[in-house]
């Protein structure tokens, strides 16, 4: 009997702890439940500083004015951009007609050079007119038989037809035939002929011809007056022997004169 | 009239021509009220994420200027107040995974600051303010979801279906997070409480 009443005090005991403890803990989770709507309470429930939209709207006043400002800016910076970008193109359009100037000149002046590497087998031209001529042809041939350059596949040959032809002092138009005679007679350089040229010594060598001439037929029609009476004196005959002989001893030097006159 | 709606007052005034001519003055006008309106509900939403003061409203003010920017979405927008606490709520996320973690005793300061307690005593508020900040430290450590759910439901001017508009969720994933956020945390706050007492 006391064994079951000490059991069923134990067992109220038991029951009355284990009761204690769901109510304490179920406390526990009302406080907890309570501190933590506390600490967000205390979290979202902040007061703002004093004026925060006096100062909010300052700001997207502030924002405003530079929003409209904005609107210019982008022309503001344009124009002069815009105004560097064209003087800067103008720069660069002129060093490039500048640098086109040098070349061209370069070209005209290594013309002759290239004209020799580009055509190895060809003749090369020994002065300035022919080869101004021998470069005027092959460009005329070049032009007329472009699809014959393209086969030939020569890049020297279509730079030479790309490149204009610069103009040059003295024109370079073919020599006339008394030219090139010239030219031939001063690369001879033979002083008796150069001296020909020279139309006082011209002159006063023709004179001298002249009178030699002169002589001779006077000299001849002497002779011929003499040699009737040849046959009464021998001594007449042989000073008509002596005078041919002189003229015929002046005779080389005439003869040298004509060519030179023919010449 | 507040000091917010004599200064939005006096700028309409003085700029009413400009105002009538330019679509960008009137677009601020608008947002300047928009501001004076829900100014303080932003900042309690930026401050719930943030806890600091300083941060909270540079949050705000970033958001009307956000606002300001894409002041032609304006028309669209149908529940002004959702959006806007959407808005900051982003802001607020974002300068948050910018931060480091802040130290209690700088959480429990900036709680004291911000909560008005005149009716503990220095000391009281000062282990008050130090619990809540072990709570909220706490808090941070749920998963984002519940966190964000947690944080939100805080804000007694939001009800159930904004919350869900503002974390992009339905209704009832809201009361599921948030049911299960409490019941988290309180099991974490009490192994932590047994621990210290322990």
Redesign the interface.
């Known amino acids: 009997m006391k064994h079951s009443v000490k059991t069923a005090m134990e067992a109220s005991m038991e029951a009355g702890m284990e009761a204690g403890m769901e109510t304490e803990s179920m406390l526990d989770a009302t406080m907890l439940d309570a501190r933590i709507d506390d600490a967000l309470r205390a979290a979202s429930h902040a007061a703002p500083a004093p004026e925060l939209a006096q100062r909010i709207v300052l700001r997207l006043e502030s924002a405003a004015v530079e929003d409209r400002a904005g609107r210019f800016r982008w022309p503001r910076v344009l124009v002069p951009a815009a105004g560097c970008a064209a003087v800067a193109l103008l720069m660069v359009a002129g060093m490039r007609m500048h640098e086109r100037a040098q070349a061209g000149a370069k070209s005209a002046m290594t013309s002759r050079t290239e004209t020799v590497a580009a055509v190895p087998g060809e003749a090369v031209p020994e002065t300035d007119a022919e080869e101004a001529t021998a470069r005027r042809a092959s460009a005329r041939n070049a032009e007329e038989d472009g699809a014959g350059l393209k086969a030939r596949g020569s890049k020297y040959a279509a730079r030479r037809v790309s490149r204009p032809v610069r103009q040059t002092f003295p024109d370079n138009y073919p020599l006339t035939h008394q030219e090139r005679l010239l030219v031939q007679l001063a690369k001879t350089v033979n002083p008796a002929e150069l001296q020909m040229l020279n139309p006082v010594y011209r002159a006063a060598q023709e004179a001298k011809e002249d009178a030699a001439f002169e002589a001779y037929l006077h000299s001849s029609a002497a002779a011929s007056d003499s040699s009737t009476a040849t046959n009464a004196t021998p001594a007449k005959n042989q000073n008509n022997v002596q005078a041919t002989q002189a003229s015929q001893a002046e005779t080389p030097q005439a003869e040298t004169s004509q060519e030179g006159t023919t010449l | 009239m ?3 709606e004599g ?2 007052l006096r ?1 309409m005034e003085a700029g009413a021509d400009a105002v009538a001519s ?1 679509p ?2 009137a677009y ?1 006008v608008d ?2 009220a928009l ?2 309106e829900y ?2 509900i932003l ?3 930026a ?2 994420v943030l ?1 600091n ?1 300083v941060d ?2 540079d949050a ?2 970033e958001t ?2 956000r606002v ?1 920017r894409h002041r032609e979405k304006l028309g669209d927008i149908q529940d002004m107040r959702v959006w806007l606490v959407r808005i900051v709520w982003n802001q607020a996320l974002d300068r948050k995974r910018r931060q480091k973690a802040m130290p209690l005793e700088d959480e429990a300061a900036q ?1 004291m600051g ?3 307690s005149g009716e503990l005593r220095a000391d009281a508020a000062l282990i ?2 130090q ?3 072990r ?2 430290q706490a ?1 941070d450590c749920l998963p984002r979801k519940e966190r964000e759910v ?2 939100l ?3 007694e001017e939001l009800a159930t279906a904004e919350m869900a508009a503002v974390l992009g969720v339905t209704e009832s994933s809201v009361r599921s997070r948030l049911f299960r956020a ?1 019941q988290r ?2 099991e974490r ?2 192994i932590s409480e047994g621990r210290r007492r322990g």
Do not use: K, N, P
Request: proline content about 0%.
């Open positions: 507040t000091v917010a200064q939005l700028w330019d960008a003055a601020a947002v300047a501001a004076t100014s303080a900042y309690r939403v401050f719930s806890r003061a909270a409203e705000v003010q009307f200027l300001l709680l911000a909560v008005a008050a303010a619990g809540q900040a709570i909220l808090i947690l944080l439901s805080a804000m409490r945390l309180r706050l009490q």
